[in-house]
């Protein structure tokens, strides 16, 4: 069967975790086949997917295919690395086995997704193509999409039939392993599961609490839980009425990073390393040009940042529109990791701050990605 080797490039925002590629008219003329059929995606790992076709005219006879975060993953591939690509036939999933991330169990999973869990699951893997290693994005919010849901990652450690890639239907039988992607060789005793439990029950009752300046706290001594007053001492508020900017009618959204960074092809592996890292940790990661929603750009990028929990900022090349979103993301009191690939960049103002040095290379995106990873996983668990 005719096969085609093609550049990786991002998907749009609208296209991630759904588990399709965009490929144009010319390659799919070449490997003979239609939008809505299922190819074989091979990098260092293989994987598979639904082709749609490319929408936008510059896309076309440009030898590269459009591919989200996800499905690079599944192939172990990053942008600008090439893929091969042929088209398949999928097998009719009879059962698929899931595992749990790492700190997760069953019962955490049906606490986040609520009684409806296993619907959601089957709705997010309807008519999916799968392999066998694959890890897949749970929305805990179906009617929502990716821009706007968590996610939970859950990995297929198991298919049947095994070793060749299947297609979820409505007939086919989830499972969950009991067992989770952990650091540990031993299995959680009940205490330990009940601990993150405990911790989001804790988080809900301080937010109705917070009214009354009171919250939930726990002695460090003897772990024992008490009822305080908040100290006022620990954070201070302020209430801002910016005259440039509108306040967004829309909430914050919860585990979303989003990347400031000069407008550059020279930055889409950057870019890229870090979508990686973020999908590792279970959060989504976006750009402020992944969205036209107002006329005025600076309007996007400043409700990009108002609802988002993290801001990332790399100061490569001591951009000035970058340094105005950091302040930005400073006022409004959000997380900031900046990154650079030269210390000598950052200005006086802010070299107080703590950064990731970095080299925009092969050996040198692995690393950022790793410290990234560590540095998203401190901030998301952090109470």
């Keep these: 069967m005719e096969e085609i080797q ?23 003329l070449k490997l003979q086949i239609s939008p809505g059929d299922i190819v074989e995606i091979r990098g260092k790992k293989k994987t598979a997917a639904i082709v749609w076709g490319a929408t936008n005219m510059q896309d076309w006879d440009q030898g590269f295919v459009r591919i989200d975060n996800f499905i690079r993953q599944n192939a172990d591939v990053s942008i600008g690395e090439k893929v091969t690509i042929r088209k398949v036939e999928a097998t009719k999933a009879k059962k698929l086995v899931l595992e749990f991330p790492e700190g997760m169990t069953q019962r955490i999973f049906e606490l986040q997704l609520g009684k409806d869990a296993n619907e959601i699951i089957k709705w997010c893997l309807l008519k999916r193509p799968i392999f066998r290693g694959d890890t897949i994005p749970i929305m805990t919010a179906p009617q929502a999409h990716l821009t706007s849901s968590p996610i939970i990652p859950l990995v297929t450690v198991e298919t049947d039939p095994s070793n060749t890639i299947v297609q979820v239907s409505y007939e086919s039988t989830i499972e969950f392993s009991h067992k989770t992607v952990q650091s540990s060789e031993s299995p959680e005793s009940p205490e330990e599961e009940k ?96 969205f036209w929603h107002h006329s005025v750009i600076i309007q996007d990028i400043f409700e990009l940042i108002f609802r988002s929990s993290i801001v990332i900022v790399d100061f490569t090349g001591k951009n000035p529109n970058v340094f105005y979103e950091a302040g930005v993301a400073h006022v409004l009191g959000k997380t900031v990791l900046p990154i650079i690939q030269n210390g000598d960049d950052i200005p006086f103002d802010l070299r107080h701050h703590r950064y990731v040095l970095y080299r925009n290379d092969r050996e040198g995106l692995k690393k950022l990605k790793r410290d990234l990873v560590s540095k998203l996983n401190f901030e998301k668990n952090r109470e």
Aim: hydrophobic residues 35%; glycine residues 4%.
């Design 6 to 28: 093609l550049k990786v490039e991002d998907a749009s925002l609208f296209d991630r975790g759904i588990g399709i590629i965009r490929l144009d008219p010319t390659t799919l």
């Design 195 to 290: 601990e993150p439990v405990l911790k989001l029950a804790i988080n809900d009752f301080n937010k109705m609490l917070k009214q009354y300046n009171l919250e939930i706290k726990k002695k460090k001594e003897t772990q024992e839980i008490y009822l305080g007053e908040i100290n006022k001492n620990e954070k201070k508020e302020i209430k801002i009425t910016p005259s440039v900017f509108e306040i967004p009618k829309k909430s914050n959204v919860l585990n979303c990073v989003s990347v400031m960074m000069p407008f550059s092809a020279e930055f889409s592996d950057v870019y890229g390393c870090i979508n990686d890292a973020c999908y590792e940790v279970g959060m989504s990661c976006h750009k402020a040009d992944d």
